[in-house]
């Protein structure tokens, strides 16, 4: 009996103080062919974040009529030879207020954009709401 | 030191099991009191652990388990959601496709999506976090020739603000 107690304590020990990773997924909706969701607009407006060489990144509004045109259409430098996420994030904020109903995102990465910089951007406009996200391919 | 025989048996009959249960069932009233009470603390601590790894077992196997191999680290997000069902997962490593552990080139990685679409309805991307999206680019490619609207990308899940 004791043994079994040291060794049901040491089993807790090892599960309580080991270290779990949680694993999770970023969706992406992607359109198949011509398929448009039903309920949707066929265009409906989107940000589009592409990608540069360099890791600096052209945030643009599309389909965005009633929005300002000195705000539509934004350069953001790279940081560090990485995206700037925060910046990305700030601009997709400030157009979320002008645009609540703005919930789509087209990434366009580059070729040699790295993953991380891709998996932040998407992580950053699901922050403001913009579920809706799709890349293309290049 | 020389042990005689008699020391000998003496101290082996105090650690035997004979000894120890005899003493389980002292006949003094405070000693039984004492064996008593150790015996249903060890109970206790026994039920208490049990339930302690019943628990932790229960909670974490309710999602779906993914296998990462040592060297590659993947991209942290905070918005991140649980691995879903009917999902197949595709790991790009060094420029080369797996499913399964089995190694596909890019014709290949096509063929076998294709097949896959009538059973799953997701792809997971696997990737390092240094990866290049010109080699991501495929399995994006592929998915969609093969059908499939439904594409993530594996992170570690962060800390939410």
């Known amino acids: ?138 | 030191m020389k042990f005689n025989e008699s020391q000998i048996l003496n101290q082996s009959l105090i650690q035997s099991m004979l000894k120890g249960q005899s003493s389980l069932k002292p006949k003094q009233k405070i000693m039984k009191q004492f064996f008593s009470l150790s015996l249903t603390l060890t109970s206790l601590v026994d039920g208490f652990t049990i339930l302690v790894i019943y628990l932790l077992v229960s909670t974490t196997s309710g999602t779906f388990e993914m296998k990462i191999p040592r060297e590659m680290i993947l991209p942290e997000a905070t918005q991140s959601e649980l691995l879903a069902a009917k999902s197949i997962t595709v790991r790009v490593q060094d420029n080369k496709y797996f499913i399964n552990d089995r190694v596909l080139n890019i014709e290949q990685l096509g063929i076998v999506l294709r097949g896959e679409r009538k059973i799953n309805e997701r792809i997971i991307v696997q990737a390092d976090k240094r990866a290049n999206f010109s080699s991501l680019n495929p399995v994006v490619l592929s998915g969609l020739r093969a059908g499939f609207s439904k594409i993530s990308f594996a992170v570690l899940q962060g800390e939410r603000n």
């Open chain 1, 1 to 138: 009996m004791p043994m079994i107690s040291i060794l049901a304590v040491c089993i807790c020990f090892l599960l309580l103080t080991g270290v779990w990773v949680h694993v999770g997924t970023l969706n992406l909706s992607q359109a198949v062919g011509t398929e448009v969701p039903l309920g949707a607009s066929e265009n409906p407006t989107a940000l589009w974040v592409r990608f540069e060489n360099d890791s600096s990144v052209q945030v643009s509004v599309k389909n965005g009529k009633d929005l300002n045109e000195n705000i539509k259409v934004i350069t953001i430098q790279h940081l560090d030879r990485h995206v700037n996420a925060r910046d990305i994030e700030r601009f997709a904020k400030n157009i979320k207020v002008a645009m609540p109903q703005l919930n789509v995102a087209l990434i366009l990465p580059a070729a040699n954009s790295s993953y991380e910089d891709i998996v932040a951007v998407m992580d950053r406009l699901k922050k403001q709401d913009i579920t809706n996200i799709g890349i293309a391919p290049l």
